[in-house]
């Protein structure tokens, strides 16, 4: 009997119980389309973590404080007096203040303030949707204005363009002198699209926030990017005395450092998706050896007629690798279809497929076939006829 007759045999008895047949492939099919799914959202996030990475250019450094007190903040005129250095083109200190209540009219909601100065929009490639940035003279005069993300400005003003207008802050009127266009998650934790952006002195002022722990700098060349960091390595460890209250990040570290955490969760997530494919295989053991006990009259006549124990080894053993298949075909389907639908369901969550992995999904589904439907199709071959015809 070859590999055709053997398949058509097969497909043949599994259809006979169809309702019964789509429950024992039910765990194959979730296990397989949970893969697929989590592993395209995975190389989604994965790749939309790189573009954002890429947009922002690759000689960027970012400065974080880790002690505390006032031993280890940054001065803003200290720290600024770096940019008369060759290696440093420019430098953005940030402060945040999260959960600020921001207010116009009777709308009113939370946002984080952010206080920087006018390089900031430059180094974080952020675009003007309306009015101007942030710029020196606000910094330099203390001026209590803003801009607001793409976010803030549709929460709080809908479609009315919002430069000229005022706002509350925590009690504080500031005036709006520009909307930021749409841009997504940012390096920084912060998007600024759900921001308000102040002049860095006026935040510091206004809302206490102390002095300075987080800084972007930028070298005027990827080349110039190690001697950008060893300087302010330098001056960081002179000013306080020890290389341990600090860290300084380039893009390289960051964008692997966020990469490593999706892949790691990715995979986490997968585990538990391989985990339903036993969860399968064990299904497709149990209905097998309830087959093996329906048909022992069949085996025992088969046996009788001449048939040899490979040949009933063989049987039973494609009638499992069959089940499993067409259950992985079936979730290899399913997954594909979540993971083009995904998007639309989450359009900040891209996903990329990877075909790639649905085949292994789908071979390591019809390996689980054939290791769990092993030991029924052996104990279907090990009957002997006179047993198997016995057997009411």
């Known amino acids: 009997m070859n590999i055709l007759e053997l398949v058509t045999m097969a497909i043949r008895t599994i259809t006979a119980k169809p309702m019964r047949t789509l429950l024992t492939m039910l765990g194959v099919i979730i296990g397989v389309a949970s893969v697929i799914t989590l ?20 000689n960027l450094l970012v400065v974080n404080l880790m002690g505390n007190g006032r031993a280890q903040q940054l001065d803003y005129e200290e720290l600024m007096e770096l940019e008369i250095l060759p290696e440093i083109e420019s430098i953005a200190p940030t402060v945040t203040k999260s959960g600020a209540n ?24 952020t675009e003007i949707e309306s009015g101007r940035e942030i710029v020196e003279a606000d910094v330099e005069f203390r001026n209590q204005v803003a801009v607001i993300g793409s976010e803030v400005a549709k929460t709080l003003f809908g479609k009315v363009d919002p430069v000229g207008q005022e706002i509350n802050i925590d009690g504080i ?5 520009g909307k930021l266009a749409p841009k ?14 102040v002049p860095i002195v006026t935040a510091i002022r206004t809302f206490k926030l102390g002095q300075i722990r987080t800084a972007y700098l930028e070298a005027p060349e990827v080349d110039q990017l190690t001697a950008a960091q060893t300087t302010v390595t330098q001056f960081l460890t002179g000013k306080f005395k020890s290389s341990n209250g600090f ?4 893009q390289d570290e960051l964008m692997n450092a966020r990469k490593e955490a999706s892949s790691s969760l990715t995979n986490q997530l997968i585990s538990v998706a391989l985990i339903s494919l036993l969860v399968g295989g064990i299904g497709i053991m149990n209905i097998m050896l309830v087959t093996v006990s329906e048909r022992t009259r069949e085996i025992g006549i088969r046996k009788s007629i001449g048939a040899q ?16 298949g067409l259950g992985g075909l079936l979730g290899l389907l399913l997954g594909v279809g979540a993971s083009l639908g995904w998007p639309m369901v989450n359009p900040d969550q891209p ?26 199709a052996n104990k279907a071959s090990r009957l002997k006829p006179i047993d198997a015809l016995r057997f009411d």
């Open 39 to 58: 592993v395209s959202i995975g190389q989604g996030t994965t790749e939309q973590i790189e573009k954002q990475y890429e947009s922002l250019g690759t």
């Open 102 to 125: 921001v207010k116009y009219d009777r709308e009113s909601e939370s946002y984080s303030v952010i206080g920087t100065n006018d390089r900031y929009f430059s180094l974080m490639k």
């Open 173 to 177: 009127v500031f005036t709006i002198v």
């Open 184 to 197: 997504g998650s940012s390096i920084g934790g912060t998007s600024p699209d759900s921001a308000v952006i």
């Open 247 to 250: 860290r300084i990040s380039n």
């Open 309 to 324: 124990r490979r040949h009933i080894l063989t049987q039973f053993l494609m009638e499992a690798t069959v089940i499993s």
């Open 351 to 376: 996903t990329k497929l990877s075909l790639d992995f649905g085949l292994y999904a789908l071979l390591f589904s019809v390996l689980v076939g054939v290791i769990f439907g092993l030991y029924p």
